[in-house]
Each structure stands twice: as structure tokens, then as C-alpha cells.
């Protein structure tokens, strides 16, 4: 995984979280913490979220890599 990959999965983590406790407990951590739904740094954090998502979406169609089991191959002698 890249290092954008980790970031955007690591801000996509910060949005889900967010809308958890919005779901819970109706408050947003995000607004709450940079001065409301209106200011302009909330509103890059969701940017921000909200991209990291779109990139996201490129995980769901890469193919998954599978780990061979390689087991000894025994010697048959005739």
C-alpha cells in the first residue's frame, strides 16, 4: 500500500469515526473542534475526508494478493 493509500485510508478512518459518534450521540467531533460546520478548517477536513474516500475506492477494485503455500516437494524415487 502507498503512502497516499495509507493517508487517505487513515483520513477516511478520522471520517467514519466522525460519523459514528454524529450517529450515536449527534455531535461532531470535527466541528467541534475547529469552530463549527461553517468555519473554513472544518470545511477542508471534510475536503479532505471526502477525497481520501474517492481514493479509497481504488482498494475495492485492486486485486487482492494471495499468499502461496509452498509445502516441500518430497523426491520420489523408483
Same mark, same amino acid.
Given at each position: 500500500?502507498?503512502?497516499?493509500? &495509507?493517508? $487517505?485510508?487513515?483520513?477516511? +478512518?478520522?471520517?467514519?469515526?466522525?460519523?459514528?459518534?454524529?450517529?450515536?450521540?449527534?455531535?461532531?467531533?470535527? $466541528?467541534?473542534?475547529? /469552530? /463549527?460546520?461553517?468555519?473554513?478548517?472544518? &470545511?477542508?477536513?471534510?475536503?479532505?475526508?471526502? +477525497? $481520501? /474516500?474517492?481514493?479509497?475506492?481504488?482498494? +475495492?477494485?485492486?486485486?487482492?494478493?494471495?499468499?502461496?503455500?509452498?509445502?516441500?516437494?518430497? $523426491? &520420489?524415487?523408483?
Amino acid at each position: 500500500m502507498s503512502v497516499l493509500q &495509507r493517508t $487517505a485510508l487513515f483520513f477516511t +478512518i478520522i471520517g467514519a469515526l466522525n460519523w459514528g459518534v454524529m450517529g450515536l450521540f449527534q455531535f461532531d467531533v470535527v $466541528a467541534s473542534l475547529f /469552530g /463549527g460546520q461553517a468555519s473554513i478548517v472544518s &470545511r477542508i477536513v471534510y475536503t479532505i475526508v471526502g +477525497i $481520501a /474516500g474517492l481514493v479509497n475506492l481504488g482498494l +475495492i477494485f485492486k486485486p487482492s494478493v494471495e499468499i502461496e503455500r509452498s509445502e516441500p516437494q518430497v $523426491a &520420489r524415487t523408483m
